[in-house]
């Protein structure tokens, strides 16, 4: 059984930050790619950004300069720390990572989403 917990969301002012953090546990071999989504009401989830597990990255355009991901594989657990917040940044952010468990099998795992809440 594999889990991915997040944490870190909250209400902040736009122009402040929050540092997302999502730990992966259970019967896992390698975690390879990391990512983080986000779904705001009515939008459908898209991709924040990504991380390889050679540390290589990609974002949405509208993150870039603001956000940055990064992991730590000795934790098996993914960050992202975002500045500059706008209200437009608000939704439930989603940890995904595609893993490999003891069994051999690679699969897509997803977190439950943290709520972030951009608003004066």
């Known amino acids: 059984q594999v889990q991915l917990v997040e944490s870190g969301g909250g209400l902040v002012q736009p122009g402040g930050s929050l540092r997302l953090s999502c730990a992966v546990s259970?019967?896992?071999?390698?975690?390879?790619?990391m990512a983080w989504y986000r779904q705001a009401p009515g939008k459908q989830r898209e991709l924040v950004a990504a991380i390889t597990s050679s540390s290589r990255t990609n974002y949405a355009d509208s993150v870039k300069g603001r956000f940055t991901i990064s992991r730590d594989n000795a934790r098996d657990t993914g960050y992202l720390q975002m500045n500059s917040l706008k209200p437009e940044d608000t939704a439930v952010y989603y940890c995904?990572?595609?893993?490999?468990?003891?069994?051999?099998?690679?699969?897509?795992?997803w977190g439950q989403g943290t709520q972030v809440t951009v608003s004066s």
């Open positions: 995904h990572g595609r893993i490999r468990t003891m069994s051999g099998k690679i699969d897509d795992y």
């Open positions: 259970g019967r896992i071999f390698s975690v390879y790619d």
